[in-house]
């Protein structure tokens, strides 16, 4: 069956071991269907070995994605002409980002995009706050990596609903993979949804995925200077979590710098210190993220 | 290298159009690629090739028009130009930039056959 809704076309992308494909049929997510399921049954399933490690939900909860696109050949005309285009680069991704902001937008959920280095310590706060939260409100998360679905059944372990997709050769997670995700988790009205992007801070900032904000994640083992280095994940961040700032006795880090480094690339940056081991801080971030969710909520009752 | 997306996004566009406008070949693809948008032009030139092989744009040109920066001071009241995200106002020295220009990353037009 053709893909409906996007017409997708993939390859080494997997969700949980299922690769994304062409042919698949999208359900509505948050409807009865609880699985996302494919219709093919054919050719390119090199990840059928990692099926195995599936778990958690029943329908497998791991995608992987990272072929070419598909490939067209139109006749026509021989006579050169100029077509105007005037058409954004990522118009597509930020189709599906609008259509997933709907889908969560009506069902007052938010969602978080985490950006940040590889082990900046985004999964340990995910899960700190998934173990500190999830008695008062439902939590999922979409796990991004490259390969592995180490950090899902982490996420799992925490007690909160996780769907790995791999991107195999991607470096960031985009707004179509997102959107397959949501309809295999099927997230709860009113929850929170966490995406943990792979761990890059340069790709991922391009990419709308449909979350309300992005949240950066800046650990005190890494440089001050790093919001200058990448700026632009530090402008489309609405949040600087500082974190691991347990260690600051035992490094030279300069909180202050770091901070007037990312007001310079971003002065509407809200920054927040944390440690996801000791739990300082912890409360503050809980109380932004309670804030975050009740403007959702607002915002879903005045489009009622 | 969110280029190779960037360039599978552009090879969507194209493939679009050619379906649309029923073009058999592209002969250039006109880019407008802003300062501020964190996009290698070397590595799209490099992916664009590679994602364009056996399709409709194969060799086809690769044309990069920079856009440059441009951000308003919300202290000097005024448009003012940037080459990077962290730079100051040259006018006034602040940080309260608002980027209202250079960020863009559009397929402007194709030269088809």
Do not use: I
């Given at each position: 069956m053709m893909c409906t809704v996007c017409g997708c076309a993939s390859g080494e992308v997997t969700v949980e071991g299922q690769t994304l494909d062409r042919d698949h049929q999208h359900d509505?997510?948050?409807?009865?269907?609880?699985h996302h399921h494919h219709d093919h049954d054919h050719?390119?399933?090199?990840?059928?070995?990692?099926?195995?490690?599936?778990?958690?939900?029943?329908?497998?909860?791991h995608h992987h994605y990272g072929q070419g696109p598909a490939r067209a050949h139109v006749p026509g005309l021989t006579q050169a002409k100029m077509v105007q285009i005037e058409t954004d680069i990522l118009s597509k991704n930020d189709q599906y980002a609008d259509a997933n902001r709907h889908f969560l937008g009506h069902r007052e959920i938010l969602a978080l995009n985490f950006v940040s280095?590889?082990?900046?310590g985004k999964t340990t706060l995910l899960s700190r706050t998934i173990t500190d939260l999830q008695g008062d409100v439902p939590v999922c998360v979409v796990e991004g990596d490259q390969q592995t679905s180490n950090d899902a059944e982490r996420i799992r372990a925490s007690g909160a609903r996780a769907l790995q997709v791999n991107?195999?050769?991607?470096c960031h997670l985009d707004a179509h993979m997102v959107g397959h995700a949501m309809e295999a988790l099927a997230p709860d009205d009113q929850s929170l949804m966490f995406i943990e992007n792979?761990?890059?801070?340069?790709?991922?900032?391009?990419?709308?995925?449909?979350?309300h904000h992005k949240v950066v994640i800046l650990s005190v083992?890494?440089?001050?200077?790093k919001p200058l280095k990448y700026p632009d994940i530090f402008a489309a961040s609405d949040l600087m979590v500082l974190n691991k700032v347990d260690l600051l006795p035992y490094l030279s880090f300069d909180v202050e710098a770091c901070i007037a480094n990312a007001r310079r690339v971003n002065p509407d940056i809200q920054v927040l210190q944390v440690s996801?081991?000791?739990?300082?801080g912890m409360d503050e971030f809980y109380a932004w993220i309670s804030e975050a969710h009740q403007r959702v909520s607002d915002g879903a009752a005045v489009c009622a | 290298m969110h280029e190779m997306a960037l360039s599978e996004g552009v090879l969507q566009i194209v493939q679009d159009s050619a379906a649309r406008?029923?073009?058999?070949?592209?002969k250039s693809v006109w880019l407008e690629i802003g300062a501020?948008?964190?996009?290698d032009p070397e590595a799209m030139r490099f992916t664009f090739d590679a994602v364009t092989?056996?399709?409709?744009?194969?060799q086809a040109t690769l044309e990069i028009v920079d856009v440059p920066g441009k951000a308003w001071c919300m202290q000097c009241g005024t448009h003012v130009a940037v080459?990077?995200?962290?730079?100051?106002?040259?006018?006034?020295?602040?940080?309260?930039l608002q980027v209202v220009e250079g960020d863009e990353m559009k397929v402007k037009e194709l030269e088809v056959e």
């Open positions: 509505e997510p948050g409807g009865d269907h609880s050719h390119h399933h090199k990840h059928d070995s990692e099926s195995t490690h599936v778990s958690g939900l029943d329908h497998g909860d280095s590889p082990g900046s991107t195999g050769k991607g792979v761990g890059n801070l340069v790709c991922p900032a391009a990419f709308d995925l449909g979350e083992t890494e440089g001050e200077d996801a081991t000791s739990g300082e | 406008e029923g073009f058999s070949r592209v501020l948008a964190g996009v092989r056996g399709t409709v744009a194969e080459r990077q995200r962290f730079d100051a106002c040259p006018k006034c020295g602040s940080y309260q």
